[in-house]
C-alpha cells in the first residue's frame, strides 16, 4: 500500500516483514549529459526495484532482478546521503533526505536481494535457461521437467561450477580490481570478476567481454572446459604483463566506477600493458633462427627460449621488454623439422603446472572434454612434442594464432589476440585454412570454443570450399560437429566437390555424426 508523501518523509521507511516491500521518495541521478537530479517515488517490491514519477503513477522498472545487485553508500558525490545501485548493466546514484534514511534504503535494498536468492533457490527452474548473452543454447542434457527428481539437480549445478572455477589460480578473486569471491565470469576471456568490474565489461560490449553469471546463467559444458584452460593468473601474465601507472592507476576494490572504467579501458581495449612481440635478436650475442609453440598438455603456458647447451640447467633468463610468460631456459637444442639444429630458438608454451581439477568434478557437471576424441593423440605424444618450427621472419600475430589453434594451446591463443591476430586469418599456405578449421584437426573442442567465443566464423571456407563442418565431418570428430550445429553451422552446404557434412558422413559409414 503506498503512503502519503508526509509520511514518507517522516518514518514510512519500514519495511513490511511479510513481503520485504519498501516505499518513499528518492533523488535520483538522471544519466543524461546533465547528471540532473530528480525526484521519484521508489518501491521494492517482486524482487524488483521500481519507481514512479508520483505515488499514483504508471512505474519504470529500474532493476528487473535483484539477484544482479548490489548496494554500497557513495561517499565521492557532492551531495549528502547517496548510495548506488550496482548491477552488470549500468549504475545509479541515488539520495535520501537523510543519513537514517539513507541506511535504511540500503538494509531494505540488501534484504531484497537476500529474498529473490531465497526466491531462486525456492524455484530453481524459473532460471535454469536464462542466459545473460544471446545466441547460447541451454546446457546440452539438462532436465527440462519440473518433476522431483529433476529439481535436486537443478539446485546442486552451480554449486560445484562455482567451486572448480574459484579453484583456478587467480580466479578467488576478480581478475582486474581483485575484490574476493566473484560471482561473474567473462566466457571469451576465461577470467572471474566481481558484480562492479562485470558492469564495466559488459558496457563495452560483448566483441570485448561475454559476461556471464557463474551461479544464475546456464552454462554449456565446452565453456566450463575453456575456463579450465584459462583462469585469472593466466590471463594477467598477458594483460597486465607491462604496466604503467602512468597510463591509468590500478583498480581496487574500493575505487570508484571511473578509475575501474579507466583500468578495464586501458587493459583491454587499449591493451595498453600487453609486451611486445620479441624480434629476430636474441638475449645475448646468437640470434633467435626459429620459434614453435608447445602444444598443450596438463599443463599452463608461457614462453621461454631453448639455448643449444649439452650441460643441463634450470636458469631462467627473462627477456627485456617482453612478456612474463617469456623466459631464456639452458637445455638441449632442437631440430628445426629441416634436418639443422639452432642455438637458440623460441617455444611459446612453457611447462606451468595448471591448476590440478579432477576429472570427475567435469565428469559431474556432464562435461565432454576435447581429449575423449578418438582421433586425439596427446596422451602418446612426447610431453614436449611441439609444432613444426618456423623462421623468426613468419612470427606475427595471425601466424602465431594459427599455430597455437594447431597446438590446442589456448593461453598462447589468447596472447596471439591480445596482439592483434585475426580469428578468421587465412593461411593460404596450408590450403587456405582458418586457425579454427587448423584446431578442428585437434578434436579440441575447447580450441574451438574459444575461437568462436572470440568472433570466429563457421562459414569461412577453405581453397576446397569445405567449412569446419566439413572437417569436423572427415575427422570423424563427433563432439566438435555437434557443438558446430548447435552454433548454427549451414548442414547443407556443400564443398567444390558437391558434398554436404551428412554425405561426407554417409561415405565414411560415420552412424553418429549422420543421426545427427
Known sequence: MLVSLESALNAPFQPDD???????YLF?????????WVRRWFAIQDNQLVYRKRSKDSQTIMEEDLRLCTVKPAFEIDRRFCFEVVSPARNHILQADSEQLCQKWISAIQAG???AYSSDRNNPDEHENENSQ???SPDIGSPNDNSPASIPHKQNRSKPRMETLLSIPGNDRCCDCTSPDPRWASINLGITLCIECSGIHRSFGVHMSKVRSITLDAWEPELLKVMSELGNDVINRTYESNVDDSIAVR?????????REAWIRSKY????FVSKLPGIKGSGTNKIQSWSVRKRTKRSPGRFFVKDDNSPSDAEEKLENTSDLMKVSTASAQDNGNGRRNSEVLVFGSDVQLPDIKPNKFMDLDLESSEDSSTETEDTEDAKSTTSWEDMSKLDPNMLLYKAAQARNLPVMLEALSHGANSNWVNDDDEGKTPLMKAVETGSIAACEFLLLNGAKLDRRDHKGRSPLHHATIHGHTGQVCQFLKRGADRHAKDDEGKDAESIAIDATNADIVTL
Do not use: L, W, Y
Open 18 to 24: 511479510s513481503d520485504n516491500k519498501m516505499e518513499g
Open 28 to 36: 535520483k541521478r538522471t544519466s543524461n549529459a546533465f547528471k540532473s
Open 113 to 115: 536481494v537476500s529474498k
Open 134 to 136: 544471446g545466441g547460447h
Open 251 to 259: 583498480a581496487t576494490p574500493d575505487c570508484n566506477r571511473s578509475i
Open 269 to 272: 581495449i587499449q591493451k595498453a
